[in-house]
Nanobody, 125 residues
Framework: QVQLVESGGGLVQAGGSLRLSCAPS????????MGWFRQAPGKEREFVAA????????YVADSVKGRFAISRDNAENTVTLQMYGLKPEDTAVYYC??????????????????WGQGTQVTVSS
């Protein structure tokens, strides 16, 4: 079994920055793809960013392109979502996800095998 623990959420003013981290534990190796998704109240969960197992390929959603960046440190076994220029519409619960197979990045919810509990990000105007 794999557990994902997110950290770094909180309350920030518009234009501010936050850094989210996700640390997988349990029966994992470093050969897994990771992703970040978010879900705002009353809305469906949506893709934010994803990264391949070795960090060589990454992709962010158009809605956050130029403001968010995803990275990973396999030596530290962490994946990070750096968020700049936050807007009120970025307010959501952010979820880390892990896929146990494949060599690329993945953008669909159904592509992932494990999910974290989520961390709240609130951006005030």
């Amino acid at each position: 079994q794999v557990q994902l623990v997110e950290s770094g959420g909180g309350l920030v003013q518009a234009g501010g920055s936050l850094r989210l981290s996700c640390a997988p534990s349990g029966r994992t190796s470093t050969m897994y793809a990771m992703g970040w998704f978010r879900q705002a109240p009353g809305k469906e969960r949506e893709f934010v960013a994803a990264i391949s197992w070795n960090g060589h390929n990454a992709y962010v959603a158009d809605s956050v392109k130029g403001r968010f960046a995803i990275s990973r440190d396999n030596a530290e076994n962490t994946v990070t979502l750096q968020m700049y220029g936050l807007k009120p519409e970025d307010t959501a619960v952010y979820y880390c996800a892990l896929r146990t197979s494949g060599y690329y990045y993945y953008t669909a919810l159904r592509d992932y095998d494990y999910w974290g509990q989520g961390t709240q990000v609130t951006v005030s105007s």
